[in-house]
């Protein structure tokens, strides 16, 4: 029985784990992920979704504050792994880490690489108006997600995904298509495809201070960051002092009108905001220390909302 380390953090990479534990064939010998963390505003330690996943399996868990010491290269090493199974682990692997596995380190990954390479690939796409995105499971290397490709399978990105809905369907397809993809690996019966690096993209890690919507922006850009936003860092404006976060949306590039970005316009289509191009039509917000609401749900009673200029 081929003996794997799995190396992974958040919900993205469970389905994953799961599929290889109900496959029943490989002996997983440890689960490798982040530390806990502080978490929710009383800022407790949480674990990551894996730990959690691996527990409930039984599964032993290491949760090393890196992979660089030479102790943890050692102990990793000593676990004599076929192959190491990474899926949005959070950390770089070293060259010593990637050379301990006779059969490399296999990497799950969301997107169509050799676009999105990087930390938020999902969010990315939605931001870029991709039509489409997917799956890859690559072959580690030094290099930030550089190595050649083992397997792809594409995913149509529907008008209405955030990168929340985005990401359950994406773990779902990783996890079929790492199962369809390891034991023809093992078996030797993969010749892995070098990527071309002329066609790269890159993406960085989202800043929580991007949230905040710029209505001086055209419409189709702000309906995409509300989209990539949810369920973080969450896009929002502020009004009358408050924070509203705007949940879900449409635009509407067709409006044309007088008002200035930001100015809160009844349209036939419904309750909007004027952009730089165009209008953002507002279906579900939520204000600061209340619960979410459709937008008709949350003009009752609020009569002043519109006319009013969000983000002043």
């Known amino acids: 029985m081929e003996r794997i380390v799995f190396m992974g953090t958040p919900s993205f990479a469970v389905p994953a784990l799961e599929a290889l534990v109900a496959q029943g064939s490989y002996e997983l010998v440890c689960v490798v992920t982040q530390p806990d ?25 290491w949760q090393p504050r890196t992979l660089r010491d030479p102790e943890a290269v050692e102990k990793l ?22 050379a301990i596995p006779s059969r490399g380190c296999l990497n799950v990954h969301a997107s169509l690489l050799p676009r999105w390479r990087g930390a938020a690939p999902i969010p990315a796409a939605i931001l870029a108006g991709d039509e489409e995105t997917g799956v890859t499971i690559m072959l580690l290397d030094e290099g930030m997600d550089t190595g050649p490709i083992l397997a792809q399978v594409s995913l149509p990105i529907r008008p209405e995904d955030t990168t929340g809905s985005l990401t359950e369907r994406l773990a779902t397809l990783g996890a079929d298509l790492l199962i369809a993809t390891l034991p023809r690996w093992l078996a030797g019966e993969i010749q892995p495809r070098p990527q071309d690096h002329s066609q790269a993209t890159m993406c960085r890690p989202l800043r929580k201070e991007e949230g905040r919507l710029d209505w ?43 008002q200035p970005p930001g100015q809160v316009i009844a349209l036939p289509e419904g309750t909007a905001v004027a952009t730089g191009k165009g209008a953002l039509l507002l279906l579900e917000v939520q204000l600061a220390g209340r619960r979410a609401m459709n937008i008709s749900d949350f003009l009752r009673g609020r009569h002043g909302f519109v006319g009013s200029r969000l983000g002043f």
């Open 77 to 98: 090493r000593a676990l004599s792994p076929t192959v190491i199974v990474v899926a949005a682990f959070g950390q770089i692997l070293s060259p010593d880490v990637l």
């Open 216 to 258: 001086s922006r055209p419409a189709i850009e702000l309906e995409r960051r509300v989209r990539a936003y949810n369920p973080w860092p969450g896009a929002y404006t502020t009004w009358r002092g408050q924070r509203l976060k705007v949940l879900r949306a449409a635009s509407l590039m067709d409006w044309h009108g007088p």
């Open 37 to 61: 963390r502080p978490a929710g505003r009383g800022r407790r330690l949480a674990a990551p979704a894996v730990k959690e996943a691996a527990l409930a399996h039984g599964l032993p868990v």
